[in-house]
């Protein structure tokens, strides 16, 4: 099937997240981290199934589902799971919440390399422990990891967890084997148990394969708990539904212990049926919104490099969501997001939210059609060379 990537959706009166924020009409909203594009035909025909059968009540976790997830992982990413070793849950920022909890006691620490998605600095800071941070390098435009610096911070007693975000949210890297085995060895002979965010796993693009830091050896597979989830893949975060993996059986009970004190297992007959319909069936439209995600990060380097050359954009390996270096604006994340906001109507999210080093970045979700991207655009154009000119 042939997908029109191109169509824009109307999700103002939807109850949107992303869409409905503010009273804007004409609102370009190029910030939270959903599609503008409508899920798979698979995935509304067998949801559309599941509505007619019209009694929604509580759901058993049927094999069906912990198939589609192996067979996911296996086809996509060369990582053999195991049944037992899955747990579902209703989100991956409930489930960092409750590990977090569950492996930390107040006055511990919480190993994060920022910039960094922002949930992990709430989860850390709510359960009473300490955030610590591997800033990550900003070079040449580019981002790498300090692994001295790593190491340092890791030997600290009180680091009892590392919260690894794998591919990087802000950044856009896809980590090499090389990098990701390096982290995983300091953490081994540190005693600092890894949790591995892989919510962007298949948002991979040519060039860069996504690793799973459980799939490098069994010793990092004993030491790890890894999140992932259908719903950034493929468009399905209002389902809520997420998979966690853990190997090892003690750390297993552990975990599942914490997920049942918080309440999080549960999840929706329809979140079944979403998930292995995309694990199933979703497979060829994702191929297809990957080549127009990435179009439009070609689109946008090169109207970017046109018409606003001091700014820079960094390298897209992974996700759909761009990191744009504004600092030649002098301005502060916050101010030009309001800025943005309040004379282009459109809206980003701000360098700021991801912690140490990123003030002087924006965010910004391509994951939308190239007519809202152009609009989205052409407004920071008006906006931006006002404040260049003004920088002068």
Known sequence: MIYNFDKTIVRRGTDSVKWNQHDYDDLIPLW???MDFPAAQPVVDALAQRVQHAVYGYATIPAAFYSAVMS???QRHKFVLQPEWILPVIGVVPALSALVSAF???GDKVLVQEPVYHCFFSSIERNQAEVVSNDLIYRN???AID?????YKASDPKVKLFILCSPHNPAGRVWTRAELERLGEICLRHQVLVISDEIHCDLVFEGHTHIPFGSISAAFLANLITCVAPSKTFNLAGLQVATVFVAD???KRKVQQAFLANEISSISPFAITGLIAAYESGGEWLDQALSYIRANYVYLKGFMAEYLPALHVLPLEGTYLVWVDCAALGISSRKLGQFLL???HVQVNVGAM???GSDAFIRLNIACSREVLTTGLLRLKTVFSSLLQGAK
């Open 72 to 74: 996911w992982s296996s």
């Open 32 to 34: 939270v981290a959903d």
């Open 147 to 151: 692994f001295e610096d790593f190491e």
């Open 342 to 344: 309040d004379e282009a």
């Open 354 to 356: 991801y912690g140490k």
């Open 104 to 106: 930390t006691s107040p």
């Open 249 to 251: 059986p003690e750390l």
């Open 141 to 143: 435009g580019e981002y």
